[in-house]
C-alpha cells in the first residue's frame, strides 16, 4: 500500500516578540519540524510577532543565541508564504526596509483574515 | 472561525488583536481571565458593545462563578464547558493566547 500524504493548509500565527519569551522561538522551529511533512505552510507575523524580523538583532549582550538568521533558511525548507500585518508594522514605527531581507508579503489586516479563513488548522505563537 | 481568549484584555491588547482579525459573525468565547472584560462599567466595555453588533460574545460560566463576575456587560451569552465545546466542534479555532 502506497502511503498518502495528507496535505492540509497550516498557518503559523507569530504574535510574539522575539528574546522576551520562548515563543517566537518555538514557533520558528515547529515550522520548521513540520516544513518536513509536505505540508502547505505559511506564517503570519502579526503584532509584537514582527519584531522577530527586525534587522541588526544583535543577542550577543543578552547571553542568548538568536534565530534571526533562521529565517533566511525558510526558502529552503519550502516555507515561502510568509505574511506581515501592514497595521501592525505601522503600529511600531517599523517600515519595509526595517526588516530583514527575505521573501515577505506586507498586507492589510483584512487580507490576512480571509487567508486565516482558508486554513484547515491554525498554530498560534 | 471561533475565537478563543485566555487572557484578560485589561492588562495586554488581546481583545483588540481578535477583534481587527475577526469576520462578521464569528463568535468570541471568553474564558479563564479573559472573563474580567465582562464586568460590567470596565472600561472595555464601549468595545465589547460594539463588537456584539456584529459577532457573539460567550463567557464561561465557570470562569465567571471562580472569579465572582455576576454583573455582566449586557449581551454577553453564558456557556458552560459543554457549550464549549459544542463551539469547538462546530468551528475551525483561532485561540488568541
Redesign the interface.
Given at each position: 500500500m502506497e502511503d498518502e500524504i495528507i496535505q492540509k493548509k497550516m498557518m503559523f500565527i507569530m504574535r510574539r516578540a522575539p528574546h522576551g519569551s520562548i515563543y517566537s522561538y518555538e514557533g520558528l522551529e515547529v515550522v520548521l519540524i513540520t516544513a518536513a511533512y509536505d505540508q502547505d505552510i505559511s506564517m503570519t507575523f502579526i503584532d509584537d510577532g514582527v519584531f522577530a524580523l527586525k534587522k541588526d538583532q544583535n543577542t550577543d549582550g543578552i547571553g542568548i543565541k538568536g534565530f534571526m538568521k533562521t529565517y533566511f533558511a525558510l526558502d529552503d525548507y519550502d516555507v515561502q508564504k510568509l505574511y506581515v500585518s501592514e497595521e501592525s508594522l505601522s503600529d511600531r514605527g517599523l517600515k519595509r526596509d526595517d526588516l530583514i531581507d527575505i521573501n515577505i508579503q506586507i498586507m492589510s489586516q483584512k487580507e490576512i483574515t480571509n487567508i486565516m479563513n482558508e486554513q484547515d488548522v491554525l498554530f498560534p505563537f | 472561525?471561533l475565537h478563543t481568549i485566555n487572557k484578560s484584555p485589561l492588562t495586554n491588547?488581546v481583545l483588540y488583536?481578535c477583534i481587527?482579525?475577526?469576520?462578521e459573525n464569528d463568535p468570541i468565547l471568553l474564558y479563564e481571565d479573559a472573563v474580567f472584560v465582562c464586568q460590567k462599567g470596565n472600561k472595555l466595555e464601549p468595545i465589547i458593545n460594539n463588537t456584539l453588533k456584529k459577532n457573539p460574545i460567550y463567557a464561561l460560566k465557570e470562569d465567571l462563578d471562580a472569579r465572582g463576575i455576576t454583573n455582566l456587560v449586557d449581551g454577553i451569552k453564558i456557556i458552560n464547558y459543554s457549550g464549549f465545546v459544542d463551539l469547538v466542534e462546530q468551528h475551525?479555532?483561532?485561540?488568541?493566547?
Open positions: - | 472561525m491588547n488583536s481587527n482579525y475577526t469576520k475551525k479555532v483561532m485561540s488568541w493566547l
